[in-house]
C-alpha cells in the first residue's frame, strides 16, 4: 500500500519508535516514512563497504525487507537509526564477501545518492559537486574497509562515536582508532 502526502506529513511529526509503534499496529505504510528518514545514512554505509552505487542500492533493499520483517525485533530507545545501520552493514559485508571487486561506477550514471544534501543552483555549482563528489569517493574508496565504514558515519553522516559504535557493533574506543588514520590520510 502506497503511502499518501497525509501519511508521511503525520509520520513528520512522530519519533522513530512512535512511528515504528504505528506500523507494528498496522499503519503499513508510514514504514516508507522510516526508509525516507534513514535513506542517506544507510546507502553511505552501503557503499562505504562495496564501493559500488547499483550493489549498494540492491543491499538496501535486501537491507529492508529484513527490517520489514524483523519490524517486531526492534527495541525502541530511539535507536532505530544504528539497528538499521546494522543490519545494512552486515548485508553489504556478506555480499563484499561473496563478489570479486568491480570498480566504482560514477554515482550520478548508477542513479546514486548525491554526498551533498544541497541542490546545485547552476551548472557551475553542479559541476564543482561532482568533481568534489568524486574526488571524495575516491579518497574514502582507498581507505582500509574498516577505517572507510567509521570514516563515512563519523564525518559525512555526523554520527557519535557511540551511535557509530552501536551501529557497527564495536567498542568506541574501537570507533577512535578506526578514525585517527583516516582523518591524518591526505
Not at 498496522?26 to 563497504?49: K, Q, S, T, W
Not at 540492491?58 to 525485533?73: I, K, P
Not at 575516491?138 to 577505517?147: I, K, S, Y
Request: hydrophobic residues 40%; charged residues 30%.
Amino acid at each position: 500500500m502506497q503511502p499518501t502526502h497525509r501519511d508521511l506529513a503525520r509520520a513528520a511529526g512522530l519519533s522513530d519508535d512512535e512511528v515504528v509503534a504505528n506500523v507494528l499496529e498496522g499503519d503499513v505504510p508510514l514504514f516508507e516514512a522510516v526508509m525516507r528518514r534513514h535513506n542517506e545514512r544507510l546507502y553511505r554505509a552501503a557503499r562505504a563497504i562495496l564501493k559500488d552505487a547499483a550493489e549498494a542500492e540492491d543491499v538496501l533493499q535486501e537491507a529492508y525487507v529484513r527490517a520489514w520483517r524483523r519490524l517486531s525485533q526492534y527495541r525502541g530507545g530511539g535507536r532505530l537509526g544504528a539497528w538499521l545501520t546494522r543490519i545494512v552493514v552486515h548485508e553489504a559485508l556478506a555480499r563484499a564477501s561473496r563478489k570479486v571487486p568491480a570498480p566504482s561506477p560514477d554515482l550520478e550514471q548508477a542513479g546514486g545518492v548525491m554526498l551533498s544534501a544541497s541542490n546545485p543552483t547552476g551548472p557551475e555549482e553542479a559541476a564543482i559537486q561532482r568533481e568534489l563528489r568524486r574526488r571524495l569517493e575516491g579518497a574514502v574508496d582507498r581507505l582500509p574497509r574498516a577505517q572507510r565504514l567509521v570514516f563515512m558515519l563519523r564525518e559525512v553522516e555526523g554520527l557519535s562515536v557511540a551511535e557509530t559504535s552501536e551501529s557497527l557493533g564495536i567498542t568506541a574506543a574501537n570507533v577512535k582508532v578506526r578514525l585517527h588514520p583516516s582523518r591524518s590520510r591526505r
